[in-house]
């Protein structure tokens, strides 16, 4: 079985080498030839064009920025749906919104393309890991050809349902790491302008009840003011943008979330978005 993979990122440039540890044949394309050269060096097979990669692919993997990634990719000059096989499944791990991963789904079943949307929990660690959690939308027989995949890259699968169906739990899943950040941000912030050290304030909240675990992986990036990047501040202000476009779709206020969402976009503004989305802090402590 060739899979093709295209999005050689952070996130896709782990996942994809560990798909080679498990003895894949494997076809490669980036935007950005660079970030393929470790991944050719180790045996993936370079194709300049995304169409050219879905040629020779039985599963095609994507881990790209954005919907307009997915789609450029896609559906663009030298984009995979026209040269992928009938039968042949794609499996989207962008994070996406739910409306535009039915989209794909439907563009895919016109071409008789199977599509599965595999949004991931967890960051650059537990992709280099193979620990990921994959949140997968897909028929079922699709998620049985996928399993092993999956295996190869994650710790666990959760077949969430149908198709979008994975990247609307990825949409809760995203909004409550974002606000939570700048929830807990904000609150330092009045610690530390109240006198309390911050060494204290994060010694005495990490680990307990009112902060969320996951800030225990953060607490090194906030005790120094460096925040070297796993997950980048601008692609968690593009997932609250997600998540709002998923609830006007849906009906559904999200007062908080939209509002995170401005506060991300300033950061993005004031030059954080490359570093890690704890980056929050160094915005909101200023
Ligand atoms: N990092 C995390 O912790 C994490 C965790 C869970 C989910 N995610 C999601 O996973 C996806 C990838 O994230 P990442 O952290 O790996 O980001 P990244 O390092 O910025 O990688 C983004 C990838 O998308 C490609 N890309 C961006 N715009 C493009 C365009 N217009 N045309 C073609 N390719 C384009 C990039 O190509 P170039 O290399 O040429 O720029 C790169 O391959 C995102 O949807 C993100 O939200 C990330």
Not at 30 to 39: H, P, V
Not at 181 to 204: C, D, P, V, Y
Request: hydrophobic share 50%.
């Amino acid at each position: 079985m060739k899979i093709g993979f295209i999005g050689l990122g952070i996130m896709g440039s782990r996942m994809a080498a560990n798909l080679l540890k498990n003895d894949y044949s494997l076809i490669i394309h980036n935007r950005s030839k660079e970030k393929a050269e470790a991944l050719i060096s180790a045996g993936a097979v370079w194709a300049d064009t995304p169409a050219e990669v879905a040629r020779q692919a039985d599963i095609l993997i994507t881990m790209l920025a954005h919907p307009e990634a997915v789609r450029e990719i896609s559906e663009g000059e030298n984009g995979f749906l026209p040269t992928l096989k009938a039968g042949s499944l794609w499996i989207d791990c962008s994070t996406v919104h739910p409306s535009f991963a039915r989209e794909m789904a439907a563009m895919a079943s016109k071409r008789n393309i199977q599509y599965i949307d595999a949004p991931v929990a967890g960051s650059k660690n537990q992709a280099a890991g193979a620990q990921l959690v994959f949140f997968a939308g897909g028929k079922a027989a699709d998620m049985e050809t996928a399993a092993p995949v999956f295996a190869a890259m994650g710790q666990k699968t959760v077949h969430v349902g149908n198709q979008g169906m994975g990247t609307a739990l990825k949409m809760v899943v995203n909004l409550q790491l974002a606000t939570s950040m700048a929830a807990f941000s904000e609150g330092i912030a009045l610690g530390e302008s109240l006198g309390l050290s911050r060494e204290m304030l994060l010694n005495a909240l990490i680990g307990g009840p009112v902060a969320p675990p996951y800030l225990a992986m953060k607490k090194e990036n906030l005790l120094n003011d460096t925040y070297p990047v796993e997950f980048p501040l601008q692609w968690m202000q593009k997932d609250l943008h997600m998540a709002a476009i998923a609830a006007y779709e849906s009906g559904t206020a999200m007062p908080l979330a939209n509002l995170s969402k401005e506060i991300y976009r300033m950061a993005v503004q004031d030059g954080f978005g490359e570093n890690d989305f704890s980056a929050i802090f160094g915005f909101m402590k200023k």
